[in-house]
């Protein structure tokens, strides 16, 4: 089941991966369950943590032997486990370590006693020291300008900033952790290239693979939730009118610009995108950014 591009698979994760060849995968993006007690429909995510770990254990080396030797794994995980996962990837899989991402948000569950929580991390990791890195494609506009900056856009660093799919957003999808498109298209977009392999071992809500789709990159997403494979299906027949989030940095504009140089500027709010919508430019960017105002206010005031 999918489209001209990919294909989705019934079965668990290290099943459907221990039949694919080595070395066939260019990149790894998993979203596995956090081992929270969550339920996904058919099963619960609650294990021993002896028994979680060896879980992961088994699909990250999966993960490893189908990777590309310029492949990277992007991995999303929670706090109680990110750091065992970090040693797992470093010491155990000897892969190379990119960078630990940081994917902040402003709105979620409020704590009394605490500080409430307000990001997830996502670990990147490579194969080896020749990898794709794509930086062009997902640089943000600068602050400022100045001579010395490159005005064809900023690195965007490894604080992202990208709103939740919120329950009240026509988005949203029935499955408890739904992550939000400008997250795996800024991955997809700088760790592979159109016509590459993306594979996602755990489909959900099926986010990465639409994206995947979108981008003209070819995909395998596998879950182990029938009913999820059937809402991934739907999500992708719907017609592609725009990703349901963005950085909020990407609509604006660098300040102390010289009179005169604006029209040769070529910073990322203004230039073509190289690759299907990133938004027409920044107009479309700031009415999606003050829809998702939007959005967070009414949920706010309970509207």
Known sequence: MGDELGSFDLRRCTTEMLRLPSESVDLVVADPPYNLGKHY?????????????????????????????????????GVRFIARLFTMLEDEFDLCLNSWITWHYTQGMGRKRGFSPRHEDILFFTKGQDFTFNLDDVRIPQKYFR??????????????????????????????????????????????????LVLDPFVGSGTTCRVASVLDRHWL??????????????????????????????????????????????????????????GD??????????QQEREQLSAFCGA
């Open 221 to 278: 997403g596998v879950e182990v939730n029938p009913d999820y494979i059937a809402m991934a299906h739907r999500r992708m027949q719907e017609p592609f009118g725009g990703f349901d989030s963005v950085d909020p940095r990407l609509g604006r504009e660098p300040r102390d610009i010289p009179a005169g140089t604006i029209s040769q500027l070529c910073c990322a709010c203004r230039r073509q995108p190289t690759g299907p919508l990133r």
């Open 147 to 196: 001579k010395r900056n490159n005005m064809a856009g900023a690195n965007p660093g490894d604080v992202w900033l990208a709103s939740h799919v919120h329950y009240c957003s026509a988005e949203r999808q029935p499955h408890p952790t739904q992550k939000p498109e400008a997250i795996v298209e800024r991955i997809i977009r700088a760790s592979s290239n159109p016509g590459d």
């Open 281 to 290: 430019v920044a107009i479309s960017i700031r009415e999606r950014i003050e």
């Open 41 to 77: 429909g058919n099963n619960h995510d609650s294990r021993e943590w002896n028994e979680y770990e060896q879980f992961t254990r088994d699909w990250v080396g999966q993960a490893v032997r189908l990777l590309q030797p310029t492949g990277a794994i992007y991995a999303f995980m």
